[in-house]
């Protein structure tokens, strides 16, 4: 697929320039996410005062950076109660789009109880934005099935394909549920760490931006699955960057593409994910986009995410 320049203020972009970020009030370890997410490490025992404001820090730099760099960000800050500790993670609740059927918003199905909350919190906010179709697919949860947003698909919105690896948190009767009222289709696959645990969330250990790819393939123990979205990956015109299973740990698969308000591709990474990156790595994913880096260890380690999981863009 031939990827112009026109495409970005045309219909169904890949990228946008526009992101929601939730500034949180109680950032915390979250137990009821812990049993299927191993990028979570409770840490030292420093009090939750010190970790909120640590979070809370690494959270304004990072709107400050997206800010410098002509990103626009709409800010929300999260409240006490109900307590929502993962609020800073907003991607998983909802999604937005734009194609000829004009705004889109999904509202997503959550693994966890106290991130159920975190999207009912934003409902609000996101039903005054006035789209024109809202997809609400949380009546998913009565039947104990999931799908966390773009944690769970990472998304070709070019090509109009979800790549999705299964998971407590991604049921493929919901995965196809969303692609038939979106207009996708979708391929999925499992995904496993150097432990064999399932990778509770696809954006962790694939990325798709405009001209590239990102994607941990020795996380595929399935030669048929592993060899399919390679070639998918390729026939969409994008290089591929491979990143092993080490650099997945340490959020390499975690980014996101966006774009400054003068219209320069930047590509969202963490510190972390960014020194695990080979030079012939950097070269490849630097190649007409501009890489940015926020520091936030601390909320990758208590919370589990990185810099991709913090934003949800706005189309």
């Not at 992101?19 to 996410?33: D, G, K, S, Y």
């Not at 960000?73 to 734009?98: E, G, K, L, W, Y």
Request: hydrophobic letters at 40%.
């Amino acid at each position: 697929m031939e990827k112009e320049e026109k495409n970005f203020q045309g219909v169904n972009p890949q990228t946008t320039h526009h992101v929601l970020m939730v500034r949180p009030a109680c950032f915390a370890f979250n137990e009821e996410t812990a049993g299927n997410n191993v990028f979570q490490h409770r840490g030292d025992n420093a009090d939750a005062c010190n970790l909120q404001q640590q979070a809370t820090d690494e959270f304004d730099a990072y709107v400050s950076l997206l800010r410098q760099n002509g990103v626009a960000v709409t800010v929300i800050d999260d409240t006490p109660v109900p307590f929502t500790p993962d609020s800073i993670f907003p991607n998983n609740c909802f999604s937005t789009h734009r194609d000829e059927a004009g705004r889109t918003v999904v509202l997503y199905p959550m693994y966890a109880p106290n991130r159920r909350e975190e999207r009912e919190k934003l409902r609000p906010v996101l039903l005054q934005m006035s789209f024109d179709r809202v997809i609400d697919l949380t009546h998913w949860e009565r039947s104990g099935h999931f799908l966390e947003g773009t944690g769970s698909l990472v998304l070709d919105r070019l090509g109009r394909v979800a790549y999705a690896c299964r998971s407590p948190r991604t049921h493929e009767e919901v995965v196809a549920d969303w692609a038939r009222q979106m207009g996708y289709d979708y391929f999925l696959f499992e995904s496993a760490d150097a432990q064999g645990t399932a990778i509770y969330h696809t954006n962790v250990m694939m990325h798709i931006g405009l001209h590239t790819a990102v994607v941990c393939l020795d996380s595929i123990s399935n030669t048929h699955q592993r060899t399919a979205l390679l070639s998918r990956l390729e026939a969409s015109g994008r290089e591929v960057v491979s990143v092993s299973l080490a650099q997945m740990s340490l959020f390499a698969g975690n980014m996101l593409e966006v774009r400054g308000t003068d219209g320069e591709p930047l590509l969202l990474m963490s510190t972390t994910a960014r020194q695990s990156l080979t030079a012939a790595q950097v070269a490849k994913l630097s190649s007409g986009t501009r890489i940015v880096t926020p520091g936030i260890p601390v909320i990758e380690t208590i919370g589990g995410g990185s810099a991709r999981c913090m934003v949800a863009e706005l189309f």
